[in-house]
């Protein structure tokens, strides 16, 4: 074949595919899919809560488990359009393999989802909202009354104080000693105690994700000449105050050791959310100013109880600055605990692990996450998100 010939039998195999060619990426673009709920759903959802909702997707199957049937109304923390969005973003820590989709998924995309989801609810009357139902909006937002027994067992607290933050977390206080007895994810609360001349419940709407033991200490005023002459004295917390910065919450209280008549400590405890791509945790800080006319010469801190009684060390690493630690707690069936201890300017280790009580002179906060497994990889993963 001539060159001449080759080239013309090529032109007009061109002239045949260039109707193709061009109407090709028009074809995909027509073939593109909706990115709408129900879409995102079946990409993100429904290998664990199945096309329909009941829970039963392969994925989850798989691990001989079973999901949510929102067919059936079963939703871990509400059914409402906003405690849907809360727990899509937040996931289910250390209870449930669901993960936090918000590294996942855009704002606008998971009420998207979330829509999407109400439609596989079963219907419902359409109720007026509660007169009495506190909602937190885009600031942390506190309650005082008297709160409900947290779990099966335990006492009511008298003088309850509920801190909730925009992510769905309430952290529950008994301030007549100052101390967390748990902390929450869900709703805020419901304050039936106004419909009742005082005598009902501040009842909490979120579900425990963590508890604390009741009988454990609280807070102690230690005093020390030196590191190996220390002297932890019991002291009595008596709330001063509670505040709050944006999405950021606080509480200010003193202490004041036994047989001493004035304050030794002034302690401002923060509370807020820690946002991980692999689930939600918090952060606690506690700021020590010691009362000048109670300082005798030596140091003077508080000792605080940061962690469970069964932690145990993962990693400890040296920072400019500063130090901080890893801690891990095995919970069995509910997963794994986190803590992670962070120094500014100075605090050590008082007491032999695995107690975690930590002498605090300066700023201390630590951050706890719960998970269904934990892994070097992950470890490393939350020292990275946390920017340490």
């Known amino acids: 074949m001539t060159q001449r010939n080759r080239v013309s039998r090529l032109f ?14 028009l074809a995909t673009a027509q073939d593109e899919p909706e990115r709408d709920g129900k879409w995102l759903y079946s990409r993100h959802c429904a290998g664990c809560h199945n096309d329909n909702g009941d829970g039963k997707g392969p ?5 001989g488990q079973m999901a949510r049937d929102f067919k059936a109304g079963g939703f871990a923390f509400g059914d409402s359009r906003e405690q849907i969005f809360k727990t899509l973003s937040s996931g289910i820590p250390g209870r449930s393999p669901m993960p936090s989709f918000a590294g996942a998924m855009s704002d606008e995309e998971r009420w998207k989802v979330v829509d999407y989801v109400r439609t596989l609810m079963p219907p419902r009357k359409d109720e ?32 309850g104080l509920l ?76 709330l001063e ?13 003193r202490c004041v050791e036994a047989g001493v008549p004035s304050a030794s400590l002034r302690v401002h405890e923060s509370v807020q959310a820690a946002q991980f791509s ?57 997963g794994v605990e986190a803590v992670v201890l962070r120094n500014s300017p100075q605090h050590q280790q008082l007491d032999a692990l695995p107690n975690l009580d930590i002498w605090v002179t300066g700023e201390l906060s630590t951050t706890t996450v719960r998970v269904a497994k934990w892994s070097d990889e992950l470890g490393l993963q939350m020292i990275k998100e946390l920017g340490l």
Not at 17 to 22: R, T
Not at 132 to 159: C, F, H, Q, S, W
Not at 220 to 230: F, I, N, Q, T
Request: aromatic letters at 8%; one cysteine or more; proline letters at 7%.
């Open 241 to 253: 105050s509670t505040w709050v910065r944006g999405a950021v919450g606080g509480l200010t209280y």
């Open 59 to 63: 994925t989850i199957t798989a691990l």
């Open 278 to 334: 692999f689930g939600p945790g918090f952060t606690r800080t506690w700021r020590v100013e010691p009362m000048a006319t109670r300082q005798r010469g030596g140091a003077i801190g508080a000792r605080v109880r940061v962690g469970d009684t069964h932690a145990q060390p993962w990693n400890k690493w040296q920072r400019m600055g500063g130090v901080f630690w890893v801690y891990t707690v095995d919970l069995g069936e509910e």
């Open 128 to 159: 007026a909202p509660s007169r009495t139902l506190m909602v937190v909006a885009d600031k942390a937002l506190t309650a005082r009354g008297k709160l409900p027994p947290i779990a099966e067992g335990a006492n009511e607290t008298a003088r």
């Open 12 to 25: 007009r195999m061109g002239a045949k595919l260039a109707p193709l060619v061009l109407l090709a990426p």
């Open 163 to 238: 801190l909730g933050t925009p992510s769905g977390l309430t952290f529950e206080y008994d301030v007549a000693d100052v101390r967390l007895l748990g902390v929450r994810l869900g709703g805020f609360a419901d304050r039936e105690d106004w419909g009742d001349r005082g005598g009902g419940y501040l009842r909490p709407v979120g579900q425990v994700i963590q508890r604390f033991d009741p009988k454990g200490p609280s807070l102690s005023v230690l005093r020390a000449e030196g590191r190996k002459d220390s002297r932890a004295v019991p002291a009595t917390c008596v």
